[in-house]
């Protein structure tokens, strides 16, 4: 695996409104872990929803609810290189119960 | 047949709310033994007579007399007069079960130690992805457990819907519909969780994972078995904590070296397999089951997010609007606690107050009691303890707008605006609420850095905090701006309250770099949803406030003001002094007065309202009045304070040392809790008294030197 940060993308790269795909998760002992405990996972689809004033920390927005994140820790966080559109996820399809809930 | 329920869940998943209504007013606050994270325990609201509605309390309706009876003949919500009382724990908010910090540790210990009941894990159904993180572990540690879905007015509201009955079979454990501040639902909470607790459910056997990672669990969880079990710890647990490298979990196991190098193989090979490594795998096994599991059981509302939700913050955390917008409310909050509103309840509650004193001095006489007596008990204890109390109406109306502010969800964003400039001095965002606080009163602004996540976070913000000028001052500064300043009042007070920010800046920097080297703690907040507080949650929050107050008043401050009118009511001699000169404490500010000579008031009235005002800050204006004859209001006062201060250099100085030396003893009682050490508390206010001195003198030599004063 290459160990040329600068040329990954990471958290810290996307443009307020812009989304990415987690590829890899970095930090170590409790900050690793609470990044992952927090939802942070490969494969999760992050929104960058908007910077503060001075551009950090950031918000962002991932499985449904909003965190705040330091830049510092956003550049740990390397995101999948070519995903240009990345659609919301969303969740259930309206289909998934076609005659309705069961009472 | 006594129970135990704990009651487990994320922050802002409303679990003090919920905890709140099924333990009423039987609540008690401690600690968890041997940390400063906080415990709460209550017992359920029980039945009387076995009959109840909505959590045992009784319906009292109006008869046909027009008398009012105890209602004896519902038919709704019977819950069997076998449910004795119910002991409720309210565990410290969290968001996994990692070893990494002190109140996940508590958690998972407690659970799986003291093995309650039954664990009622509240999650916030708006948000149920990452609620049921925490969910997952919690089924894991072999006690029965109730999910409580919480704020379902708000997802039915939303127009989402949720399948509870196919998300009890995924999970395996009964989920119940609820929303805490409505209070719906809480009658099925209970009565399903006593069902539960006394048929001891255990949750039912859940595989998350799949493939390699599924493999490698159980291989290691066969592994572990026998050691697992009798230290009574389900194998299953302890190979998820194994595969998320968990160092207690590792050593609590005490495995053989050979089973310990079996075990990182498997592990191994199954990262290089996985390509992630192995928290990471099972973080993401746990998130994948989640997903599967949500997909099935609830259909969102295609319309998306909560707009309204998204425009305030668009506004209150916009780029050039937020800090703006973040000054005025604060300015908000503060005219509010200090301007006309506050001063008008103070006058109201410090009339009653005083009233009060009087019909005790009065009765005292009546009742022939002893004139030393009377003295000590009105002139001292009374007054003494009265002034504090005088005082509490506005640290209660700040409490007021700061728990408004915290429950409506804005304190989050004000953190987040925070950060960068407290990263500065090494703190972070979540150091800003203890520190506004600290403009009411330091003591519950020392006791709220328990938020801080790391011991070093918190005695760093508490030190810091009483910089920020408390509410008690405020008589002080009135005093002198009226007797120095009197045609710029709003200026005098600002600039004295800008110089306690910046004093605090420059005492950060040097602590930063000299005491608490390196950075804070990482600032990864969630962001709750805005919400309407409940007056009832807020109400609460205010009483226990108060009375936390009214007990503090009654104890150190009591005992403060009993030593203080002893020591000034006496001489060495013990026999009753003339007058404050002749006593013991006026024998000590004597002593010290020449102390301050340097800072312009080395005098014995300025050194002696300085000691009193140790105990509480207030006393700083009634001992100049005492000192100086006049009474505290008066045209009279004024001009005293113009003769003990000759000129307006020493006004100055003094200011400055009241604001910056150290707090009262009821700070300093909770800043020796709060941080853990006497040394610790010692050493603060040492240094704080010191800066104090320093400032004061400085300023005053200076102001001589350019010909001032």
């Not at chain 2, 399903?192 to 949750?203: F, I, K, Y």
């Not at chain 2, 307006?648 to 009262?664: D, E, K, N, R």
Request: contains cysteine; neutral net charge.
């Amino acid at each position: 695996m290459t160990h040329e940060n600068q040329q990954l993308r990471t958290l810290a790269d996307l443009k307020p409104g812009e989304r990415g795909i987690v590829a890899q998760v970095g930090g170590e002992g409790a900050l690793h872990r609470h990044l992952l405990d927090m939802g942070i996972t490969p494969g999760v689809s992050i929104l960058l929803q908007k910077t503060a004033p001075m551009g950090d920390p950031l918000e962002l927005h991932l499985r449904g609810y909003a965190l705040t994140l330091r830049v510092d820790d956003a550049r740990k966080i390397v995101l999948r290189g070519d995903d240009e559109d990345v659609e919301d996820p969303g969740y259930a399809t309206p289909n998934a119960h076609p005659q309705g809930l069961p009472h | 047949m006594h129970y135990t329920f704990a009651l487990a869940g994320n922050q802002n998943s409303g679990k003090t709310t919920l905890f709140n209504q099924l333990t009423g007013s039987n609540q008690h606050v401690g600690n968890w033994p041997g940390v400063t994270v906080e415990q709460k325990t209550g017992t359920m609201l029980h039945h009387h007579h076995g009959k109840q509605t909505h959590l045992g309390l009784p319906v009292w309706r109006r008869s046909g007399h027009g008398v009012l009876r105890k209602e004896t003949d519902l038919k709704e919500t019977r819950v069997p007069e076998k449910y004795s009382d119910v002991t409720i724990v309210d565990l410290p908010g969290i968001y996994s079960l990692s070893p990494y910090s002190m109140e996940e540790i508590i958690s998972r210990n407690y659970i799986v130690k003291t093995k309650p009941d039954l664990v009622i894990n509240i999650v916030d159904a708006t948000n149920l992805e990452r609620n049921l993180y925490l969910t997952l572990q919690l089924l894991q540690l072999g006690r029965p457990v109730v999910v409580a879905l919480n704020m379902m007015d708000e997802v039915r509201s939303h127009g989402d819907v949720i399948d509870l009955k196919a998300m009890e079979k995924a999970l395996g454990v009964p989920v119940v519909a609820i929303s805490a501040r409505k209070g719906e639902g809480l009658d099925e909470l209970v009565r399903r969780s006593m069902d539960v607790a006394e048929h001891r459910q255990l949750p039912g056997k859940l595989d998350i994972c799949r493939g390699e990672a599924h493999k490698a669990l159980h291989a290691v969880a066969h592994l572990v078995e026998r050691n697992a079990m009798a230290r009574d710890i389900t194998p299953l647990y302890a190979a998820t904590k194994l595969f998320e490298g968990d160092e207690p979990m590792i050593a609590e196991l005490d495995l053989s070296e050979e089973t310990r190098h079996i075990i990182e193989e498997i592990l191994s090979s199954m990262e290089k397999e996985q390509g992630m490594e192995r928290a990471a795998v099972m973080a993401d096994t746990r998130y994948r089951f989640i997903e599967e599991m949500l997909t099935a059981c609830v259909i969102r509302n295609p319309e998306g997010p909560d707009k309204l939700s998204d425009r305030i913050d668009g506004v209150l955390t916009h780029r050039v609007l937020a800090i703006p917008v973040f000054l005025v409310m604060m300015l908000l909050v503060f005219y509010i606690t200090f301007g006309p509103f506050g001063s008008m309840v103070v006058d109201w509650f410090s009339g009653l107050v005083d009233g009060g004193i009087q019909v005790m001095g009065n009765a005292l006489e009546r009742w022939g009691v002893a004139l030393w007596v009377r003295e000590l008990v009105v002139k001292g204890v009374f007054t003494g303890v009265g002034s504090v109390l005088g005082f509490m109406p506005t640290i209660l109306i700040l409490f007021l707008l700061l728990s408004v502010l915290e429950d409506s969800g804005y304190m989050a964003r004000a953190a987040f605006l925070m950060d960068r400039p407290l990263r500065k001095l090494g703190l972070n965002g979540r150091s800003f609420i203890p520190m506004m606080m600290g403009f009411g009163c330091s003591v519950p602004a020392i006791m709220s850095a328990r938020s801080m996540g790391t011991q070093r976070d918190r005695r760093f913000t508490i030190m810091l905090t009483p910089f920020m000028s408390c509410g008690a001052k405020v008589p002080i500064y009135a005093l002198f701006t009226a007797a120095f300043f009197p045609d710029h009042p709003v200026t005098v007070m600002t600039a004295l309250y800008l110089m306690g920010i910046l004093m605090s800046i420059a005492a950060g920097l040097l602590l930063k770099r000299y005491v608490f080297h390196g950075d804070a703690s990482p600032f990864i907040m969630e962001l709750p949803s805005y919400r309407l507080p409940t007056p009832r949650n807020v109400g609460r929050q205010i009483w226990e406030k108060a009375k936390d107050f009214i007990r503090r008043a009654f104890t150190v401050i009591f005992l403060a003001t009993l030593v203080v009118w002893f020591l000034q009511s006496f001489t060495f001699n013990l026999t009753a002094a003339q007058s404050i000169g002749e006593s013991m404490l006026g024998s000590i500010a004597g002593f010290l007065a020449p102390v301050f000579a340097p800072a312009g008031f080395g005098n014995v009235q300025a050194s002696t309202a300085v000691l009193t005002g140790i105990m509480a800050k207030e006393s700083v204006v009634s001992t100049l009045a005492v000192l100086s004859g006049a009474e505290v209001d008066s045209v009279e006062m004024l001009a005293n304070l113009r003769s003990i201060f000759p000129s307006t250099l020493s006004a100055i100085s003094f200011l400055l040392f009241v604001l910056l030396y150290m707090p009262c003893i009821a700070a300093f009682a909770a800043m020796r809790r709060e941080m853990g050490s006497l040394r610790w508390a010692f050493w603060t206010v040492a240094g704080q008294t010191a800066l104090a001195w320093v400032v004061a003198t400085v300023v005053y030599q200076g102001g001589l030197l350019l010909g001032i004063g």
